[in-house]
């Protein structure tokens, strides 16, 4: 299938802002879906509240588009209702882990198998600009006018924490690199966290100086390096892009079908 | 197969209910005194191939239920007092998106964490106002075993039915309470399926296009149909739409849909009530001590009766107002400072002969309770 067949194309052009990174997360989303061959009816992606939850209307998958933060809560009752779909999480910082963070860290505890995509901006873009879990300190924001002094998460360093069995990040600048670890994260049997780093150049750049959407993404190319290589050895100060995690550990869906069959057991004993 | 009796307490009663109704997911959080609803699926369920999971908090497993919901299963969740204050935002959104779903409260004293193992009837009104926005609600509720089991049935049965949150008002002497339930045969009691759409592959799917009857057919995530699902306003697709039109008409249809069929909603008992002068209104336990004052009166020669509401929530004003209208005095007995009282009041034709006997202690609202308000309002002294 071409990858236009993945959209709902009356819905175009899409909402975001010109130069937004998040239509580069679904072209890559796109592409992983599109490389695998996988049924349009298979997936189900659930989204929550803000500029990135907005993407679970454009693909033409089955979509929900719920509350802000709890799209990994509502995918773990779809998930574990029909463990044969395959889910899709796209969320945004705030959204997965300000509000959400309980259920990203007890979604990958379970390691239910889901695909958890993490649109890293650092920033609230839908109402406005306000700092996030992972703008970091320093930063300029409507709610951190002299600039803010929250630390921020590592989102790969809490996902491996705790449990998820496939971590990785990437950056929109790096879209096939992205496909190339969506891919590997759908196909990964539990709880799957992919964080890429996506602009916003409407609310974080302008505040921030961090000059256009260009600017933006080839500061991503100048801020990270492939993990194991050397450049990231030498410069530890700079971000790594690749798998971080990827490791076996008995599936949530999985484990509950041996719950039943036991129980069933017992019940006509 | 044959009836079976069991001997249980009331969260178990709702069990049965629940199992007998076919549910087959539940999410849920502890929290006394609901906690028995939650251990008990945990074992049966999976007995019967269904899906039980506790999950990090009660806004988690709201969502979770609605989720599981969309995939075609009768799904419930159970809660106290904070777990449904928490559940709210997600109650709201199972309204806007309607989905069919069964959240039982298990009410204790509030406000706050209160008073977690006392009696309490205190969230008649979060029921029906504790997420934002206009919507409408249904709330059910029963004062025995027998009734929390047919209630609990109701309960998923009009979920399906109307595509929508079902709450089911229980209270901590009813839940803990032992006595006897008489469990139907499979097929006795008539179970709602929730209306599948009947439109093919590859043909126009219109998940939120009401028929006629005002029921809209449902498609299961994962089926042939993919469309969309948001607790934004939405247009007959599913897709977010702030058009005044569609917003307008999708509030007045979600709460159209519950408010005309009224009276297809409302459940209720009554006792002695045809030459009743001194009627009294009540719900879940403290009917219990209504009911017996009355029986109790009626053999000294009194002239009380009951009327029993089975369903809170729509509010069913008519019924009421009809069933007062003959009465010298209505008092409402209840746990809480008047929250159906205030209903009483607004659905009478004279707000001034109805009165509260009520109980907000913690302690369960006796008969000499009821009597001791009573002799005053009779003027007869205490
Ligand atoms: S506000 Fe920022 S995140 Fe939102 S669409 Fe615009 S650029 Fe993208």
Redesign the interface.
């Known amino acids: 299938m071409a990858v236009q067949d993945y959209i709902r194309q009356r ?1 175009f052009p899409h909402m975001w802002c010109p130069g937004c990174g998040h239509g580069i997360v679904l072209n890559s989303l796109l592409r992983a879906v599109e490389q695998l061959e996988l049924d ?3 997936i ?1 992606m ?1 989204s929550g509240i803000g500029c990135s939850a907005r993407i ?2 454009y693909v ?8 802000h933060g ?1 799209a990994l ?10 463990p ?2 395959t889910l899709l999480v796209p969320m945004g910082d705030g959204d997965a882990l300000a509000i959400g963070g ?2 990203f860290i ?1 979604a990958a505890r379970r390691n239910i198998d889901m695909t958890a995509i993490v649109m890293n901006n650092r920033i609230y873009g839908m109402t406005g600009g306000q700092f996030s879990p992972l703008s970091g300190c320093g930063i300029k924001a409507t709610t951190a006018p002299y600039t803010t002094i929250d630390n921020d998460f590592n989102v790969v360093d809490l996902a491996a924490a705790a449990g998820a069995t496939f971590v990785a990040r990437s950056t929109v600048y790096h879209a096939k690199e992205s496909t190339e670890l969506l891919k590997n994260a759908i196909q990964h049997k539990g709880f799957s966290v992919v964080e890429i780093l996506s602009q916003c150049p409407t609310h974080f750049g302008r505040k921030n100086k961090g000059g256009d959407a260009a600017a933006m993404m080839e500061n991503y190319k100048n801020i990270t390096a492939p993990v194991g290589s050397k450049t990231l050895e030498e410069n530890p100060e700079l971000l790594g892009r690749g798998i971080f995690v990827q490791k076996e550990r008995p599936e949530y869906c999985q484990e ?1 079908d041996k ?2 069959e ?3 057991k ?2 006509s004993k | 197969m044959e009836n079976k009796i069991k001997f249980v307490q009331g969260n178990e009663a709702c069990v049965e209910g629940a199992l007998y109704a076919g549910v087959d997911f539940y999410a849920g959080y502890p929290i006394t005194p609901s906690t028995e609803i939650a251990e008990v699926l945990s074992q049966r369920l999976p007995q019967a191939g269904g899906k039980f999971i506790q999950m990090e908090d009660e806004i988690a497993s709201m969502c979770a239920i609605i989720g599981a919901s969309l995939t075609g299963h009768k799904v419930m969740t159970a809660t106290s007092g904070p777990g449904f204050s928490l559940k709210q935002e997600a109650i709201g959104y199972a309204c806007m998106a309607e989905i069919p779903c069964v959240i039982a409260n298990v009410q204790r004293g509030g406000p706050s964490t209160g008073n977690p193992t006392h009696v309490s009837q205190g969230d008649i009104n979060q029921a029906r106002w504790g997420t934002h926005g206009d919507h409408a609600i249904i709330a059910l509720t029963a004062s025995n075993h027998q009734d929390v089991f047919e209630m609990t049935i109701d309960a998923f049965n009009l979920a399906e039915t109307y595509r929508t949150p079902v709450i089911l008002l229980l209270d901590e002497a009813i839940g803990h309470m032992r006595e006897k339930l008489e469990i139907p045969a499979a097929g006795e009691i008539e179970l709602v399926e929730r209306l599948r759409t009947s439109v093919p592959k590859g043909v126009d799917y219109r998940p939120y296009l009401p028929r006629e009857d005002g029921r809209l057919p449902m498609s299961d995530f994962g089926g042939e149909h993919r469309y969309n699902v948001t607790g934004l306003y939405h247009d007959m697709w599913g897709f977010p739409s702030a058009s005044p039109q569609v917003v307008n008409e999708l509030l007045r249809h979600l709460v159209d849909k519950i408010d005309i069929n009224i009276e297809k909603i409302t459940r209720y008992k009554e006792y002695f009530l045809d030459d009743a002068e001194y009627i009294l209104v009540s719900y879940g336990s403290s009917a219990r001590s209504a009911i017996h004052l009355a029986k109790n009166r009626r053999e000294k020669g009194e002239k009380i009766g009951v009327l029993e509401l089975q369903s809170i929530w729509p509010f069913p004003h008519d019924l009421v107002r009809e069933k007062c209208s003959r009465a010298k005095s209505v008092v409402v007995v209840e746990m809480n400072l008047g929250q159906v009282m205030a209903q009483v009041k607004a659905s009478v034709d004279n707000p001034e002969k109805v009165f509260l006997a009520n109980r907000i202690d913690g302690k369960l609202i006796t008969p000499s309770d009821i009597k001791r308000l009573l002799r005053v309002i009779q003027g007869r002294g205490i």
């Open positions: 819905f349009k009816n298979d189900v659930t679970s209307g033409d998958f089955h979509s929900l588009h719920t509350i709890r809560a509502f995918a773990t009752g779809v998930k574990l209702s029909k044969e779909l309980n259920h007890h509950y719950i039943i036991v129980a069933m017992g019940a």
